[in-house]
């Protein structure tokens, strides 16, 4: 279970790649491949408790996509999304762009001039959209939607004109009445065979499983929802452990969520009472739910394991410990340093969201399929350090359609339903959508 560990440890900030799109051939399978761009402009830090953390020696990683909207195309930087169902761009309008000399460009993000747009069509319908507890209003466009060689003819999408601090977005998941999701859309533009995508490190693959970038079983488990919640990418976890020792098992399972849009990741109040235990002397809560800790107190190669059916991540503990509150994990061991901030945090905020929010912490460590068609996600160990050359299979339509992929439900939690812990009244949502990674 240790072996990948060394090697993990020697990887920070190595998954940025520099990145453009790729798609395959015609006479390859029907994927699309995406890798993030940095996300330069780091706009998004003002969504965040610490605004301006020291950025002297990391460099964000982020799930930002490069994509143009309109004809002739208009450069658009947009977050790709897990959790939110919907997509939406500023529009040149929206006042967020006039503190920027040129509109357009709106810190480097992108804007949307409808009217700069041969093919853009403004629908009769408003676009309302309650992100997090902000509302985003605006209306509802079409156009042309070009991610790499791809071209969805007529996106749907929002055009915010009203909005708090908000930022591009692009939805992967399910969409709802009013909105479509970029999965979505990409299947029923062809591109994709079924609304399906793989998500390692800093890249999207639409369509398809990269056999080369993770090892082991990749591990199927279904969607899940609570009785309150709105549908979304969500599975049992079993267990949390700290040196595989679990001090709040009787606590699991627990539905859990993966978000994009958070740098952190929450647990319920009695599952981070039990974790913050077992790493010594924590500080309380702060109001986001995260303790310091004397950095003394880790102790050097422990680890942390997630525990899902029959699979087990384990990772080192200082991957999700932060030098910066606030902020995602630093991916280093920093023995001189005096205060370290545990980065999986009492859940206070986002309990809309589910009992568990698997961040961009997580996210970005492990290999991952969401299937849309069949309600089911899929993951594996990342297979990161390796430079193997990839190889990707098409995810086909229908039951079963991700190769290789097996159930991971295990015997003994196969009946039992998951605990959800009911929501108590959150706050508004602290989210920005970036991994801050060290850059070594
Ligand atoms: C996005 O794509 C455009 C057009 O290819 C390119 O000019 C721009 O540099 C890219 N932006 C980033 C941040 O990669
Ligand atoms: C911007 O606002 C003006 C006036 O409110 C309107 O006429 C114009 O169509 C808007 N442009 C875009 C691109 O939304
Ligand atoms: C939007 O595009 C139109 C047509 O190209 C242009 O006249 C207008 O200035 C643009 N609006 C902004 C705010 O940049
Ligand atoms: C779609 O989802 C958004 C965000 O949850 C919500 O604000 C909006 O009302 C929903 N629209 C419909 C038609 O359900
Ligand atoms: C959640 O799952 C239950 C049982 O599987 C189902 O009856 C219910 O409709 C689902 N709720 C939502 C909001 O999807
Ligand atoms: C640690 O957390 C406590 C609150 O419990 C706070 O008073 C203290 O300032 C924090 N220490 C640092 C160095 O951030
Ligand atoms: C925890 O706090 C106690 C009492 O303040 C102290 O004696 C002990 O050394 C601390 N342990 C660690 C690991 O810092
Ligand atoms: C975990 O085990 C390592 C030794 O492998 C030890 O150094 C470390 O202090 C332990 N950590 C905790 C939190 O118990
Ligand atoms: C941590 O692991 C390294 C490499 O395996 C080893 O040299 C070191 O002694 C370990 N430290 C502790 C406290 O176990």
């Known amino acids: ?27 390859g399978p029907a994927v699309l491949t995406v890798p993030m761009v940095p996300d330069t402009s780091r706009q998004l830090a003002k969504r965040s408790k610490s605004v301006d953390v020291g950025l002297k020696n990391e460099r964000y990683v982020s799930y930002v996509a490069n994509v143009t909207f ?28 006039d503190l920027y000399v040129d509109h357009s460009a709106c810190g480097g993000y992108g804007s949307y001039n409808l009217t700069a747009s041969t093919t853009g069509k403004e629908l009769d319908e408003k676009f309302a959209y309650d992100d997090s507890g902000r509302m985003i209003t605006g209306d509802f466009v079409t156009d042309v939607l070009r991610i790499g060689g791809v071209k969805v003819d007529a996106m749907k999408m929002g055009i915010v004109t009203e909005a708090p601090i908000t930022s591009n977005t692009l939805s992967l998941g399910y969409g709802n009445a009013s909105s479509i999701s970029l999965t979505q859309a990409l299947a029923d533009a062809g591109t994709i065979n079924s609304p399906a995508f793989s998500l390692w490190g800093q890249t999207a693959l639409f369509g398809g499983v990269n056999r080369a970038r993770y090892f082991g079983p990749l591990y199927t488990f279904p969607i899940v929802n609570g009785s309150d919640l709105t549908k979304a990418f969500r599975i049992n976890m079993d267990d949390i452990s700290i040196n595989e020792t679990s001090a709040a098992s009787t606590k699991f399972p627990l539905d859990a969520v993966f978000d994009t849009a958070v740098t952190m990741s929450y647990v319920p109040k009695s599952v981070a009472q039990a974790l913050n235990a077992q790493i010594g002397n924590t500080s309380v809560p702060d109001e986001y739910g995260q303790v310091n800790f004397s950095c003394s107190a880790m ?5 942390i394991e997630f525990k899902f059916g029959e699979l087990e991540f384990q990772f080192y503990l200082s991957q999700f410990v932060s030098q910066q509150s606030g902020t995602g994990t630093n991916d280093w061991w920093y023995p001189d340093e005096e205060t370290c901030y545990f980065t999986i945090c009492e859940n206070v905020n986002l309990q809309d969201e589910g009992s568990i929010v698997l961040g961009s912490n997580f996210m970005s460590r492990v290999y991952a399929v969401f299937d849309l068609e069949n309600d089911e996600i899929s993951l ?10 990839d190889d990707i299979v098409e995810i086909t339509s229908g039951k079963n359609g991700v190769p290789g992929a097996k159930s991971g439900v295990s015997e003994a939690t196969k009946d039992s339903a998951g605990t959800h812990i009911e929501k108590g009244p959150g706050m508004i949502a602290v989210v920005v959508g970036a991994v801050l990674m060290l850059n070594v």
């Open 70 to 97: 309109g004809t002739p195309p208009q450069n658009i930087l947009a977050y790709f999304d897990t959790w939110g169902n919907g997509c939406w761009l500023h529009s040149v309008n929206n006042s967020d762009c």
């Open 380 to 389: 594996a160990n990342l297979n990161w350090w390796e430079r193997n050359p």
């Open 1 to 27: 279970m240790r072996s990948g560990l060394a090697c993990l440890l020697g990887l920070a900030g190595a998954a940025l790649t520099n990145a453009t799109f790729s798609v395959e051939k015609r006479d």
């Open 299 to 303: 102790g050097e190669n422990s680890t």
